[in-house]
Structures are given as C-alpha cells and as structure tokens.
C-alpha cells in the first residue's frame, strides 16, 4: 500500500503538468486569436477601401496582410488634423491619447485613392464597430464596413449587408458650403428629390433604434476628424 506523501507528491505533480499544458494552450490560442482580430480589422479597413474578395481568388491571412501592407500606410492625427510624427495607429491608447486619431490612407504607386477612419457607437442592444471610407476628395464616401455588433439578426443586424453598406458609397458628408453633415440614415426610402438625398441612405425596416444610433456615432466620430477632412481638402492629406 503507497504511503499518503508518494500520493500527494502525485497528485501534485499532475497538477503542475496539466496547468502547465492548460497554460501553453491558453497562450497559443491568444495568440491565435488576436491575430484573427487584427487580420479581420485589416480586411475591413482594405474592404471600406475598395478591395474585394473573389470565389477564384478568396482571401486567407497572408493575402490579407500582403495586400494591407503593399497597399495601405498608417498615420495618426490630431485633433485639428495634423499629422503626429512618431505615432502610428496601434501605438494609440484611448485612456492616453483622447485626442489623437488613427488614419488608413490607401495608396498605389504613389497616388492616394483613398482614406479610411474606425468607426464606433452604440445601437440597439451592442456597440457596433466599422470603417468609413472616403475620397481624396475628402467629401465622399468610398466605403463602409462593419465588423463587430450584437444587433438582432434580420433588423438592425442587416447593418453589415452590402446591399445596406452600398448605400452609403458616393454620398457626400461634406455640403456645398463644405460643412460636415454626416450621412443619415432615413426611415424607409430617401427621397432623391429633396435637397438633402445626397446626404441621405435608405433605412432598414425595423431597425429604427440601430439607425439611430448609427446617425449620432457616425456624426461624433467624424467630427473629430473634421480639422483632417479640410486638411484634404486643402490638398494636405498625405
């Protein structure tokens, strides 16, 4: 019969084996997760952009970190819309630096065709995460995305649809006066006649609250960049 102290010296040396497994597995797994996340967040901003996907050439991890690091360079702004040398995006902490932006400027053999800024806001029932793209122009919208909510499938969930997204490509959020307007989501169908439909996309039936939510983020979230929209303009976006 084994004494007491072989089966507690055992026991504990089991214990210290399958925490140490438990623990190698945890930490591979971060590290798989993460870099799902961070690859997800980079084909948003490449979709908002303009890049897509085929069935003959669909996208895997490594197409998706070639094309964002041929295609795409990083900068950070200030509030007033000046870039912030030495900061790059995922330098950025929000608890440190409220007031300093990230930027995704899409350039091909050296001409800009395009910016992107992260978007987010609460909706209905989730804080909905995107990318809103815009023109060189800095006046139009180029693309939208959105890669991470909890809305209700059907309704405000239909948020992430291209057919919805779709809307929103060659609408102005800059008026005539060069003024930021944002883009509103209207209930039902915009109507083309009026003043405002460029501005303005279609709803989604049932999903009041969502849009709603959509139309005060989108706004706040722009208007911190409205100091780099006239940077743009002024042919000063890099």
């Known amino acids: 019969m084994r004494s007491n102290s072989y089966t507690l010296i055992f026991t504990a040396a089991v214990t210290i084996v ?109 804080t909905i995460y995107g990318y809103f793209a815009f023109e060189p122009d800095g006046k139009t919208v180029k693309g939208l995305t959105f890669y991470k909510h909890g809305e209700t499938p059907g309704l405000g969930g239909e948020l992430e649809k291209q057919w919805f997204r779709d809307n929103f490509i060659g609408k102005r959020f800059i008026d005539e006066k060069n003024k930021l307007v944002s883009i509103q989501i209207v209930k039902g169908k915009v109507d083309n006649n009026s003043e405002n439909a460029f501005h303005q996309v279609d709803g989604i039936s049932g999903a009041t609250m969502t849009a709603k939510g959509i139309n005060i983020f989108l706004l706040k979230n722009l208007q911190n960049y409205e100091g780099y929209f006239s940077e743009v303009r002024a042919g000063g976006g890099i």
């Open 18 to 126: 399958l925490g140490l497994l438990l623990s190698l597995s945890s930490t591979a797994l971060k590290q798989r997760q993460d870099l799902n996340i961070e690859n997800d967040i980079k084909k948003n901003i490449l979709q908002s952009l303009g890049f897509s996907a085929s069935k003959e050439k669909p996208w895997n991890t490594e197409t998706v970190q070639t094309l964002f690091a041929e295609n795409i360079i990083g900068i950070v702004v200030d509030e007033k819309g000046k870039t912030v040398k030495g900061k790059q995006p995922q330098d950025l902490n929000p608890d440190t630096d409220p007031n300093l932006y990230p930027v995704f400027i899409k350039k091909i053999n050296g001409q800009v065709e395009g910016y992107a800024i992260p978007i987010s806001g609460k909706g209905l029932w989730s």
